[in-house]
């Protein structure tokens, strides 16, 4: 397909017209028509493994991206059971979010409507493309898809089952675009599509968001880059620390969710540091030190600890890799996170109340845990069916975003007469 700039806003104009067509269908129809979706991904799921195969095969080996990459049979089976919880929803659209009558008599109501067109440009995530395609039809939106040139042969299989099902329902498949296969200077022209698109959300590494924010004219939020903390309080109990460190790092370091350091009380740090140790060494994970904790991990003959550096504390790792700062105080623990976090999700460990209710009110992300794991942070988690992104601002949405995420909202004004005087 080419992808002249001419080609890539003839598409956005017919995206923009389909999305009507999916803005009009009531819930029950927009409901079957992901039935429908699933339906088809299952039928042709030997396909969309094939194509991912390839995908993977053309990756470096090594590479922490693959992770993100592969699919298998319970990936799939996540994917549609994520898309099941979507369609169990509650209609996001034509939701009264207020209304009264003014003493002319005027009735107002403001009323939840879909966004509109929906770009998304994500890396690697094949499931992101069936997140966001379900979350944004159920929504009545239209998307437009820009995924990873390395995941480009299987976004190609899963949209090919999104445009038969659209067709199936007699909706025009333009309503999802797919410029997967389009070089990366075609990012460009999507960014600067204002009339086409109505919102712009990046998801994937600090780099990709840097560029995004500094090429957009569309409007974005902001998705995705995680440098996540857990702080280790000098009042945490022992086991819980430990488990929630090793889960937080260690099932799947390479998404945004993932823990990136761990902060902890010195006062602890003796105690618990050899235990998290052991949990690590079972997957080899480079831990980067301060003065304190390299002396420790040295002590205990942990043999994947290097010295930190400044640029320790604010590299999102996605990998088998993560800092480790000692405090004297929860002041220096809430100074370090304020200064080195991208705002997605901070934790604390601890059974001190009084420092738990600060720690909560101070810290300023998204999402904030009192003795749980990082790795919540998740549209499914949070049982919205999924998430078309973690938002990292503050205006319009902020954390998981589900489907009254995917809405804004219009007046309508019921009138006799009146008139202006």
Same mark, same amino acid.
């Given at each position: 397909?080419?992808?002249?700039?001419?080609?890539?806003?003839?598409?956005?104009?017919?995206?923009?017209?389909?999305?009507?067509?999916?803005?009009?269908?009531?819930?029950?129809?927009?409901?079957?028509? #992901?039935?429908?979706?699933?339906?088809?991904?299952?039928?042709?799921?030997?396909?969309?493994?094939?194509?991912?195969?390839?995908?993977?095969?053309?990756?470096?080996?090594?590479?922490?991206?693959?992770?993100?990459?592969?699919?298998?049979?319970?990936?799939?089976?996540?994917?549609?059971?994520?898309?099941?919880?979507?369609?169990?929803?509650?209609?996001?659209?034509?939701?009264?979010?207020?209304?009264?009558?003014?003493?002319?008599?005027?009735?107002?109501?403001?009323?939840?409507?879909?966004?509109?067109?929906?770009?998304?440009?994500?890396?690697?995530?094949?499931?992101?493309?069936?997140?966001?395609?379900?979350?944004?039809?159920?929504?009545?939106?239209?998307?437009?898809?820009?995924?990873?040139?390395?995941?480009?042969?299987?976004?190609?299989?899963?949209?090919?089952?999104?445009?038969?099902?659209?067709?199936?329902?007699?909706?025009?498949?333009?309503?999802?675009?797919?410029?997967?296969?389009?070089?990366?200077?075609?990012?460009?022209?999507?960014?600067?599509?204002?009339?086409?698109?109505?919102?712009?959300?990046?998801?994937?590494?600090?780099?990709?968001?840097?560029?995004?924010?500094?090429?957009?004219?569309?409007?974005?939020?902001?998705?995705?880059?995680?440098?996540?903390?857990?702080?280790?309080?000098?009042?945490?109990?022992?086991?819980?620390?430990?488990?929630?460190?090793?889960?937080?790092?260690?099932?799947?370091?390479?998404?945004?969710?993932?823990?990136?350091?761990?902060?902890?009380?010195?006062?602890?740090?003796?105690?618990?540091?050899?235990?998290?140790?052991?949990?690590?060494?079972?997957?080899?994970?480079?831990?980067?030190?301060?003065?304190?904790?390299?002396?420790?991990?040295?002590?205990?003959?942990?043999?994947?600890?290097?010295?930190?550096?400044?640029?320790?504390?604010?590299?999102?790792?996605?990998?088998?890799?993560?800092?480790?700062?000692?405090?004297?105080?929860?002041?220096?623990? #809430?100074?370090?996170?304020?200064?080195?976090?991208?705002?997605?999700?901070?934790?604390?460990?601890?059974?001190?109340?009084?420092?738990?209710?600060?720690?909560?009110?101070?810290?300023?992300?998204?999402?904030?845990?009192?003795?749980?794991?990082?790795?919540?942070?998740?549209?499914?988690?949070?049982?919205?069916?999924?998430?078309?992104?973690?938002?990292?601002?503050?205006?319009?949405?902020?954390?998981?975003?589900?489907?009254?995420?995917?809405?804004?909202?219009?007046?309508?004004?019921?009138?006799?007469?009146?008139?202006?005087?």
């Amino acid at each position: 397909m080419p992808y002249t700039k001419k080609d890539i806003f003839q598409q956005l104009t017919q995206a923009r017209r389909a999305h009507y067509d999916v803005a009009r269908l009531s819930c029950v129809e927009r409901n079957a028509l #992901l039935n429908t979706i699933q339906k088809e991904i299952r039928k042709n799921k030997n396909a969309i493994l094939k194509a991912n195969r390839g995908d993977v095969k053309r990756m470096a080996h090594g590479d922490p991206k693959i992770d993100r990459l592969v699919l298998d049979e319970k990936r799939i089976h996540s994917m549609l059971a994520d898309m099941r919880e979507i369609i169990k929803q509650p209609d996001p659209l034509g939701m009264i979010l207020s209304e009264k009558t003014l003493r002319n008599g005027l009735k107002l109501k403001k009323v939840s409507v879909p966004l509109g067109v929906i770009g998304v440009i994500y890396e690697s995530r094949p499931n992101v493309t069936l997140d966001v395609v379900a979350l944004a039809i159920k929504s009545g939106n239209g998307a437009v898809l820009k995924g990873g040139e390395e995941a480009s042969e299987t976004n190609r299989a899963i949209v090919a089952c999104i445009h038969r099902a659209l067709r199936l329902k007699g909706i025009p498949q333009d309503a999802v675009v797919n410029f997967g296969d389009a070089p990366r200077a075609t990012v460009i022209h999507l960014l600067k599509a204002t009339g086409f698109i109505d919102v712009i959300i990046p998801r994937g590494g600090k780099g990709l968001i840097d560029f995004v924010r500094q090429e957009a004219r569309v409007p974005i939020i902001e998705t995705g880059a995680g440098v996540c903390h857990v702080y280790i309080d000098e009042s945490a109990d022992i086991s819980k620390a430990v488990k929630i460190v090793a889960n937080a790092k260690l099932t799947r370091p390479s998404v945004c969710n993932s823990l990136d350091t761990i902060v902890i009380h010195k006062k602890v740090a003796q105690k618990i540091i050899p235990l998290i140790a052991q949990e690590f060494k079972k997957k080899q994970v480079i831990i980067h030190a301060d003065t304190d904790g390299y002396a420790i991990l040295k002590k205990n003959e942990y043999p994947f600890v290097r010295k930190a550096h400044r640029a320790t504390w604010s590299t999102e790792w996605l990998s088998f890799q993560c800092g480790l700062k000692t405090v004297n105080t929860v002041d220096d623990a #809430l100074n370090h996170i304020a200064n080195y976090s991208t705002r997605h999700s901070e934790a604390i460990i601890t059974e001190n109340t009084k420092t738990t209710h600060r720690f909560l009110q101070e810290v300023d992300a998204a999402v904030v845990y009192h003795n749980a794991s990082t790795r919540f942070t998740d549209g499914s988690c949070f049982e919205m069916g999924g998430e078309i992104g973690i938002s990292t601002q503050k205006l319009h949405a902020r954390g998981p975003m589900g489907l009254k995420e995917l809405t804004t909202y219009k007046w309508i004004v019921s009138g006799n007469g009146q008139i202006r005087e």
